[in-house]
T-cell receptor
Framework: DADVTQTPRNRITKTGKRIMLECSQT?????MYWYRQDPGLGLRLIYY???????NKGEISDGYSVSRQAQAKFSLSLESAIPNQTALYFC?????????FGPGTRLTVL | KNEVEQSPQNLTAQEGEFITINCSYS?????LHWLQQHPGGGIVSLFM???GKKKHGRLIATINIQEKHSSLHITASHPRDSAVYIC??????????FGTGTRLQVFP
């Protein structure tokens, strides 16, 4: 079984809808991240959490929110999706600087 | 200007060729990472290094801290090496700053 899992893997939604992307990990890591990837751009950090009580904004947090329900779970929400949030979203964990990525969620906002 | 620059953006090679991908960065770092992203989208970590050189199979990563430059080499390239290779740096925490990636295609 994969150490970092993301659900759903693919999602198509409409403008204005609320959507949640979920991430679970079995690695026992405290640190978790949400990134988005757009064609021609590097991965960009949306939010990160260094433990259950620590949530921090990344470079592109506007339009997103997160919840760290437990050490193993870190969810990303789009309160009111817009087309320019169409992207590939990755969750990751880290330990001593090494990062471990989930398989990604391809989100399309129509 | 991006803090992490990669070159080339795209690279094609014939099977068996020696391949080099370059990464330059403009910030002080604690470590540099090379990642591989396959066409299916998944990202795996290849190397994390803060000095010198590391080797894993046909892959070699080097870093020159003074010149703020790293290279990823692939010896005896194979079509299964076709992927996007991403350079990233970490500063004083585990947070990464990513380059835009180098798309490699290796033809038989």
């Amino acid at each position: 079984d994969a150490d970092v899992t993301q659900t759903p893997r693919n999602r198509i939604t409409k403008t204005g809808k609320r959507i949640m992307l979920e991430c679970s990990q079995t690695k026992g890591h405290d640190r978790m991240y949400w990134y988005r990837q757009d064609p021609g751009l590097g991965l960009r950090l949306i939010y990160y959490s260094f433990d259950v009580k620590d949530i921090n904004k990344g470079e592109i947090s506007d339009g997103y929110s997160v919840s760290r329900q437990a050490q193993a779970k870190f969810s990303l929400s789009l309160e009111s999706a817009i087309p320019n949030q169409t992207a590939l979203y990755f969750c990751a964990t880290s330990l001593r600087n090494e990062q471990f990525f989930g398989p990604g969620t391809r989100l399309t906002v129509l | 200007k991006n803090e992490v620059e990669q070159s080339p953006q795209n690279l094609t090679a014939q099977e068996g060729e020696f391949i080099t991908i370059n990464c330059s960065y403009s910030v002080g770092i604690s470590a540099l990472h090379w990642l591989q992203q396959h066409p299916g989208g998944g990202i795996v970590s290849l190397f994390m290094l803060s000095s010198g050189k590391k080797k894993h199979g046909r892959l070699i990563a080097t870093i020159n801290i003074q010149e703020k430059h790293s290279s990823l080499h692939i010896t005896a390239s194979h079509p299964r090496d076709s992927a996007v290779y991403i350079c990233a740096v970490s500063k004083d925490t585990d947070k990464l700053i990513f380059g835009t990636g180098t798309r490699l295609q290796v033809f038989p």
